[in-house]
């Protein structure tokens, strides 16, 4: 797979992460509180979840970074630091070019 097809495949992941979050603000607004732990909750992140998983071992992401990326570095808005296993010094991954090249360094190894 070449960095300009993982690119595309990454942004269409965002995307769809940004439309479910967007829906769930709505519905969270709509219902004056929601949880995720709720039926709702569930099949809307539980799919996510899974599609995020399908979507790591689509582009070789055996790190499971992009789980990361979006849980613990807030969709890269914490800059957060990482490092692929080829990588000397800790990175910021701040945008999905970042992310791209942190999987890539860890399949190139």
């Known amino acids: 797979m070449t960095t ?9 992941w965002e995307a769809q992460f940004r439309l479910i979050d967007e829906a769930w603000t709505s519905l969270e607004k709509l219902f004056r509180g929601l949880d995720c732990d709720s039926q709702i909750g569930k099949a809307m992140w539980d799919t996510f979840s899974k599609y995020t998983k399908a979507m790591s071992s ?5 790190g499971e970074w992009l789980d990361w990326y979006c849980w613990e570095n807030d969709m890269g808005l914490r800059m957060m630091e990482a490092k692929a296993s080829s990588w000397k010094k800790m990175r910021k991954i ?3 070019e970042d992310l791209c090249r942190l999987i890539e360094s860890d399949i190139s190894c």
Request: proline share 0%; glycine share 6%; hydrophobic share 40%.
């Open 58 to 62: 689509q582009i070789g992401d055996s």
């Open 4 to 12: 300009k097809e993982r690119m595309a495949l990454l942004r269409e």
């Open 94 to 96: 701040v945008n999905l």
